[in-house]
């Protein structure tokens, strides 16, 4: 596809069809992303780990702008596709189907379905996921930590995957504005950045992340005509920064195989999603691998480390309680405390979930 062709029109027209109308989602023809979106990284900058000053204003203004960034040739080919063998090894055997009976059993459950034949998936950071220079990639890193005044963790690390036949997914943020009151929520700065790391070429074919440039600054009531979505290929080595309140979509897989993107979310230490989050975990690295990681990547992985140390607990309670307890049959929970997690699953503490007084 042709890049470098600016919107036409102004997408921000208050829709009054339904996104998830079939006859909408069949046809979407995306436009091409604003040029400036698109930022190349040289093969000296990525060995520095440091974008240089001019490729950083450039980038900062177009994140800033547009609420997106593709950082073109980030990763070295060789970290994406050991992490695509990863991901064939450990899921490739499992087609739309497969995922979404994964996806109905019970928690805790690393599957989650986020639209049709699209499934998310929190895998373990082990092997190729595993690395450093994926999820404290230093060049990003050092790229994003200003955006958030220093504040920053990784809060989460999902993979999507989108099956073939996976229709246009319905226009969303991954979150909301953090205040409803628009002269506040529109003109906050950034508290969260979502990190999508094609692990295959994408194309229109096999269906990359469409985005509506500048929507993180649009209010609520603003729902975009899909066919004013924006998309280009993203290949292997490349990512696309989102503002957290970016409108966008996953296009049609229209190829014959499935398509695996990395999803990390960067975000302020305070904010936490839970929207997204509900009774699953965001991140899983074991306590021991978290420990074993470098000093200085520790800062970015507390949120890691604090869910690691939380599973381990719950797996401590979870063998104490042996192998007649049902998360699904309250009275095989025996006494439970108040401040325990609760045994359903739901991730919350007992006494604000099954533990609720009046609660079945
Ligand atoms: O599959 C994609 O390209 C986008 C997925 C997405 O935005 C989501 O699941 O929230």
């Not at 829709?15 to 006859?23: E, G, K, Q, R």
């Not at 890193?141 to 005044?149: D, T």
């Not at 975009?224 to 696309?240: F, K, V, W, Y």
Request: aromatic share 6%; hydrophobic share 35%; with cysteine.
């Amino acid at each position: 596809m042709a890049r470098g062709v600016a919107l036409t029109s102004d997408p921000r027209t208050p829709m009054t069809s339904d996104l998830d109308d079939p006859a909408n989602a069949a046809t979407p023809r995306p436009g091409e992303m604003p040029p400036d979106v698109v930022v190349a990284v040289s093969a000296d900058e990525r060995a520095r780990g440091q974008l240089l000053p001019e490729t950083e204003r450039a980038a900062y203004a177009a994140f800033r702008s547009h609420g997106c960034l593709l950082l073109r040739g980030v990763f070295p080919a060789t970290l994406v596709d050991a992490m695509y063998r990863d991901y064939v090894a450990r899921y490739g055997a499992m087609d739309a189907r497969g995922m979404r009976e994964q996806a109905l059993k019970p928690s805790p459950n690393p599957f989650i379905a986020r639209s049709e034949a699209r499934y998310q998936i929190t895998p373990r950071m082990s092997g190729a996921f595993g690395q450093p220079g994926v999820f404290a990639n230093s060049l990003l890193c050092r790229f994003l930590a200003p955006l958030f005044s220093g504040d920053m963790q990784l809060s989460s690390f999902t993979l999507v995957v989108s099956h073939p036949g996976a229709p246009l997914q319905p226009v969303h943020r991954d979150h909301g504005h953090l205040f409803v009151e628009p002269e506040v929520g529109l003109n906050l700065p950034v508290h969260a950045v979502n990190v999508v790391v094609p692990l295959i070429d994408t194309d229109l074919e096999t269906g990359p992340t469409g985005v509506w440039p500048g929507s993180q600054q649009w209010p609520e009531s603003v729902q975009p005509q899909p066919d004013t979505l924006t998309a280009c290929p993203i290949e292997r080595g490349d990512c696309m920064l989102l503002d957290y309140r970016t409108l966008h979509s996953g296009l049609p897989n229209r190829g014959g195989r499935a398509r695996p993107i990395l999803y990390m979310v960067y975000a302020r230490s305070w904010f936490f999603d839970d929207v997204n989050h509900f009774g699953i975990r965001s991140l899983d690295m074991t306590v021991e691998d978290c420990r074993a990681l470098p000093e200085s990547v520790r800062p970015v992985m507390i949120r890691a480390m604090s869910q690691a140390m939380r599973a381990q607990a719950d797996e401590r309670i979870a063998r104490a309680r042996g192998p007649d307890h049902s998360p699904n049959d309250p009275s095989s929970w025996g006494k439970v405390g108040r401040n325990d997690p609760c045994p359903c699953g739901s991730g919350r503490k007992y006494k604000q979930c099954h533990g609720r007084s009046g609660s079945a």
